[in-house]
C-alpha cells in the first residue's frame, strides 16, 4: 500500500481516525516534544533559514524573492513536517564563509546550503544528514585542452570560495596552483570566461549548475576527487533538533518527497542519487 503524504501530522489523524493505538513513549518518527526546538517553531509559525542564493540546481535566488533548488526543497520538506509554509519561511543568504557564525549567532534556524558535513565544522555547528553526497571537481573553459585533473594544475590559477572545503581540499592538492578566492563561487565565473582564472573547483555538483547555464562554454574535468556528504546545519547542542531533522530526513527518503524534490530541482540536469546513509552520530562532548 502506498500512503502518500507531504505532512506526518496527516498520518497521526489518519492513525487515530483509524482507532490505532500508539504504546505512550514509544514516540512516531518526527513527532515534536515539548520545549524542543521543533516545538518553539511550530507554535511561532515561522523559520529562518540559510541556503545558497546563486547555486543553479541547489540553493539559487528568483528574481521574484522565492528560492528553488534542491537545498530549498529539502528544507522546504523540513519547514512543511513544522507546519510552517512558504509565508512563515524567511530565507537568508548563507556564503561558505558565514555557515557556522550564522548558525552560532542564532540568525539562522538551519543551513541548507551545499553543506559538507566534516568533522572540523562538527566542532561549530550540529549536523543532521547526509542528504546527498557530492564530490569536488574542476571545471575549465572548454577551449583549454590543457587540463584534464587535478594533477595538471601546476602553476594555473585556480578559483574557489572562502571558508570552503574546496579551498582546503585544493591547497593541498595543488599546492603549486595560484588560489584565488571569493565569498560566492558565481564570482569565479567571470574571471574564467574572461582568462583571469583558468579553472573553478568546488563540488560537481555546483559545477554542473553553472556549466548548464554557460552554453557550452565550459566543461567538468577530473572527476570527483573527495566525498562531499551534505547535511543540515543546526545549533551545536540542539540534538535534539539534529536528530528529529535526521527522522524526517529518513521519512522523506522512504516516502519519495526526497526523490520527488530532487526530481524537480537537480534531477533535470543530474542522474538520480543513491539514497545517502544517515549518519547520526553522538556529539563528542568538549570538555567544558
Ligand atoms: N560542500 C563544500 C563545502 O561545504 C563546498 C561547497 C560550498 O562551499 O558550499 O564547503
Known sequence: MALRTSNRRTVAAVATL??????????????????????????????????????????????????????????????????????GITWVEAPSGDREDLLSSGRVDMVVATYTISDERKERVGFAGPYYVAGQSLMTRTSDAEIASALDLGDKKVCSVEGSTAASTIARVAPDAGLVLFDDYSDCIDPLRTGQVDVVTTDDVILAGYAADADGQFRIVGGAFTAEPYGIGVALEDDAFRLWIDDVLEAAMEDGRWLEAWNETAGEVLPEPQVPHLDRYARVATGE
Open 18 to 87: 483509524l482507532g490505532v493505538v500508539t504504546a505512550a513513549g514509544c514516540a512516531a518518527p518526527g513527532s515534536i516534544p515539548e520545549g524542543s526546538t521543533m516545538a518553539a517553531l511550530e507554535s511561532s509559525g515561522e523559520i529562518t533559514i540559510g541556503i545558497k542564493y546563486d547555486q543553479p540546481l541547489f540553493g539559487e535566488m528568483g528574481a521574484d524573492g522565492v528560492p528553488t533548488g534542491f537545498d530549498v526543497e529539502v528544507a522546504r520538506i523540513i519547514a512543511d513536517e513544522l507546519g510552517i509554509g512558504e509565508d
